[in-house]
């Protein structure tokens, strides 16, 4: 064998010890780098594909609303769980949304069981504001009696398998348990509608940067030699709700431009694979239709 | 050792834990207890009867590579002592690797160990030894072992690495024969390729994972070599070495 | 909450609420290998209990938690906030500790730890959503996973709870009669061996209601065993048709 490619591992074990240690990280990162240059990623995608999603509605009947998204192999599940409170002080007249992510022990090998870390609490919160600063509920539509009672909604994610870019899943996720949200009796009743209606529909698209290319979904692999990643929120209308840049390495504001621009088309294909998944869910349901 | 390449129309048989596999004029082999009336299975896995030994065995369908003696394996050094490293084997038990058994001679004020091999290389190795008490011991004295200075390490699953090599190395040495790669097959699931062209370690890290893949499927080296055969057919305007009409050949 | 009148659980002509026999048990179905970064996984649908367990290793403990003659195995159940009728807060509570520890000994036994020492085993239980006999469900999900990730054992474990509605023994009882029944009595085994594993009451049953309690549980988990015997040779069993991919992390 002449000249031998740069040495590097295909499909990453993790088992207690990060994998990329030593010598190996650099010549994995030249073969990476080398199918870059051609257009290419490690998996043969392009630079601005998704892997494929796959996306189950009602999976967890209990919840008022559920969803089950697989990104590749990464796999988040939603539910939604909805009763009745008192508003915050501040915000009489609106009802309670909270959001929150957690990371199961099984998801990978080196999550540690116990209360949300630093990585499940950033996804959440990247989640929350896509949702919030979009605003894709009008939490003053979901008020019983103002001041007093209110329509209290919870969304909890739960990341079951870890392949890189939890944050898109879990965003696919959340909007996919959202849309297929049934109120229980006593806030139907008194509201007057059986389904929680959306005003817009946020999605995020996450890219990870490494040298000058931005890659769209970033596997598990590719977020360990990203530089950094940004995800970036988009309503239906084009635009933006919510970006969040991290790991520590730069962007220039040609990258931002850029990656807005491409966030922007992505959420749209990705929107209407939900609508599709949210429409034949409903044509199953056997109750009458909230909204079309 | 290997699977047998199915000739039979006939199943293997899959058995999970507790099912019974032999009755007492059996010896339990690996992944089989004995109980009170016969043996049984402790593993999700085939059923090997050995007749002539009466010996009956349960080859794991799942589940981390477990070492054995003189099994070739693919390591990763994580860590360097004074006398001996430390080695990922992609099991559950970390190896060692003592300097005696890599040639060095001990003396750990003028020898720093981390000239021979550092933490991150890896290594091509022999298991001497285990006990599951103690370590397993390794050693890198030998045709073909030491450090791996190139290529990509495919990682599957280790019960499938049978497949990989064949009945008596049918379809490893078929792989080194057609494919424009070399391959190290390391028992624990880890697969080193090395090659110049980018093109060729692609197409065959793609023929290990298809293996991989269909590795309980009858009939899976004649499926391999159709595509082997096929890609060198077309590719045979490229082909300098003249090993190409050899190939054509062998084909039928 | 007021106490569902008995006669309402179970009808005069012996059907119940959700319109079972009282031998007859839940649907159940078993999902092997439906995780990638876990070593063995399995989803377990029984009746409503939608249940999620992975295994993680075994791999080499920590030096302090060691033993030199037998792995160690571990487990957590732990249920999603979703999972229930009113949400359930997503920290540990004191039921779910009892719960794990409860599962980690009905599993134990069947486990060979002595081909393991120094090792450890992980099993989490994620219960997604909540039915009545979610610690059946999960021994049922988690033993099947500890097979599928090529853990040594003797016998797969199976869980059903028995229970006692209008003064008569039921099987694999439902959150309804969970809740409002006489006796709620899970009971797992090792249904090659006819070992019990398992084995918690509350309620009030008689000596001879305990003997017939068993004998009903042993008949149950004799079928559930077969789902789950058919789940796991399903998903890696050869097949004979060439071509045809063989499951695996690949799926």
Not at chain 1, 30 to 45: H, Y
Not at chain 3, 141 to 162: F, Q
Request: charged fraction near 25%.
């Amino acid at each position: 064998m002449r000249r031998l490619l740069p040495l590097a591992i295909e499909r990453v074990v993790r088992m207690r010890k990060p994998s990329f240690q030593g010598a190996l990280r650099q010549d994995f990162l030249e073969v990476m780098l080398s199918k870059l240059e051609s257009g290419q990623r490690m998996d043969g995608r392009n630079l601005e594909a998704y892997r494929e999603l796959k996306v189950e509605l009602g999976v967890v009947p209990k919840a008022e609303g559920s969803a089950e998204v697989w990104l590749g192999q990464t796999n988040v599940m939603a539910g939604v769980k909805v009763g009745t409170g008192t508003p915050f002080p501040d915000t009489p007249d609106e009802g309670v949304l909270t959001v929150s992510l957690d990371l199961a022990p099984f998801a990978h090998p080196d999550y540690q069981p116990g209360p949300p870390d630093e990585k499940a609490i950033g996804w959440g919160r990247v989640v929350d504001r896509g949702i919030r600063e979009g605003k894709a509920l009008d939490l003053s539509s979901l008020v019983i009696e103002p001041g007093k009672k209110v329509v209290t909604l919870w969304l909890d994610l739960t990341l079951l398998n870890q392949d890189g870019n939890a944050q898109d899943a879990a965003a696919l996720a959340a909007l996919g348990a959202l849309l297929t949200t049934r109120f229980p009796d006593e806030v139907s009743t008194v509201l007057g509608k059986s389904w929680l209606e959306l005003s817009h529909y946020p999605l995020s698209v996450t890219l990870a940067k490494l040298n000058d290319y931005l890659m769209v979904d970033p596997t598990l692999d590719e977020e360990e030699f990203a530089q950094t990643e940004l995800t970036i929120s988009a309503i239906e209308d084009g635009r933006i709700s919510s970006m969040q840049k991290v790991l520590s390495g730069p962007l220039t504001q040609e990258d931002v431009v850029r990656a807005v621009s491409i966030a922007r088309h992505k959420t749209e294909e990705l929107r209407n694979l939900i609508f599709e998944a949210v429409k034949r869910h409903k044509s199953r349901d056997s109750e009458p239709l909230g909204q079309a | 050792m290997k699977l047998s390449e199915g000739q039979t129309t006939q199943a293997r048989e899959v058995v999970v834990p507790g099912e019974k596999v032999a009755d007492q004029g059996f010896k339990p082999g690996e992944g089989v207890y004995r109980d009170a009336d016969g043996l049984y299975s402790s593993l999700l896995g085939v059923v090997e009867r050995d007749e002539a030994r009466s010996v009956v065995r349960v080859r794991a369908l799942r589940g981390q590579y477990i070492p054995h003696p003189e099994d070739i394996i693919i390591g990763k050094v994580i860590e360097v002592g004074l006398t001996d490293w430390e080695v990922d084997i992609n099991s559950p038990y970390m190896a060692k690797l003592d300097a005696r058994d890599a040639g060095v001679e001990v003396d750990p004020i003028t020898v720093d160990l981390r000239r021979y091999f550092d933490v991150g290389d890896y290594l091509a190795a022999k298991v001497v030894a285990f006990d599951r008490v103690t370590p397993p011991s390794l050693t890198v004295m030998g045709k073909g072992l030491g450090k791996i200075r190139g290529g990509i390490i495919v990682s599957v699953i280790p019960s499938r690495v049978p497949r990989i090599i064949g009945k008596k190395g049918s379809m490893i040495s078929m792989l080194d024969k057609m494919l424009k790669v070399h391959l190290v097959v390391g028992q624990n699931g880890y697969v080193v390729v090395q090659g110049s062209d980018p093109d060729e370690v692609a197409f065959a890290v793609s023929i290990i994972r298809k293996i991989e893949a269909e590795a309980y499927t009858y009939g899976l080296t004649d499926r391999i070599k159709e595509i082997l055969t096929k890609r060198y057919e077309n590719q045979n305007g490229k082909d300098s070495t003249g090993v190409a009409s050899q190939r054509r050949r062998c084909k039928e | 909450m007021g106490k569902i009148a008995q006669e309402s659980l179970l009808s005069d002509d012996g059907v119940r609420s959700d319109g079972r026999r009282i031998d007859e048990a839940r649907p159940f179905e078993v999902q092997v290998g439906v995780l990638t970064q876990a070593n063995g996984s399995a989803l377990v649908k029984q009746g409503k209990n939608l249940i999620l367990a992975g295994v993680i290793g075994p791999y080499e403990a920590e030096r302090h938690s060691q033993y030199l003659d037998r792995g160690v195995l571990r487990t957590r159940y732990h249920m999603q906030p979703y999972s229930t009728n009113e949400r359930k807060s997503p920290t540990f509570t004191r039921r779910e500790i009892e719960l794990s520890r409860a599962v980690r000994e009905a599993l134990e036994p069947a486990v060979i730890l002595t081909d393991l020492p120094r090792a450890q085993i992980d099993v989490f239980i994620e219960v997604l959503q909540a039915d009545g006999g979610t610690r059946c469900a999960s021994v049922n999900a988690a033993s099947v996973a500890l097979a599928d990730a090529g853990v040594p054992m003797r016998d797969l474990v199976t869980a059903v709870a028995i229970g006692k509605v209008r003064d008569t023994l039921v099987v694999d009882i439902n959150d309804l009669e969970d809740e409002n029944g006489q006796a709620d009595f899970p009971i797992a085994m090792m249904p090659s061996k006819g070992k019990i594993t398992l084995l918690q009451m509350n309620g009030l049953l008689t000596q001879e209601e305990i003997q017939k309690s068993i004998e009903m549980a042993r008949g149950v988990i004799r079928s559930l065993y077969e789902v789950q015997v058919e789940a796991l040779k399903r998903r890696y069993a050869p097949l004979a048709a060439s071509g045809n991919r063989e499951g695996g992390s690949d799926a």
